[in-house]
C-alpha cells in the first residue's frame, strides 16, 4: 500500500519560498529572462502558472516550452 500526500494548497507543508525559488532558477534557464514577478499559484496547474509567468515577462510561451 502506498500513501500519495498531494498538497495543492499548501495547507500540509510550508516550503518558506523554496516552490518559488526553483521555479525561477527553472523559468531563467528555459526562457533567459530573470524572473522578476510570478504569477498566482494558489489553485494553479504549473503549466498554468508557467504560461501566466512567462506572460507577465512578455513571453509567448507554449506547451513544449513548459
Request: hydrophobic share 45%; aromatic share 8%.
Amino acid at each position: 500500500m502506498k500513501l500519495v500526500l498531494w498538497d495543492i494548497d499548501h495547507t500540509l507543508i510550508a516550503t518558506r519560498g523554496v516552490g518559488r525559488e526553483l521555479f525561477g532558477e527553472c523559468f531563467e534557464h528555459v526562457t533567459g529572462v530573470r524572473m522578476e514577478q510570478q504569477a498566482a499559484v494558489d489553485g494553479m496547474t504549473e503549466p498554468i502558472i508557467f504560461r501566466e509567468t512567462a506572460r507577465l515577462h512578455g513571453i509567448t510561451s507554449d506547451r513544449a516550452m513548459f
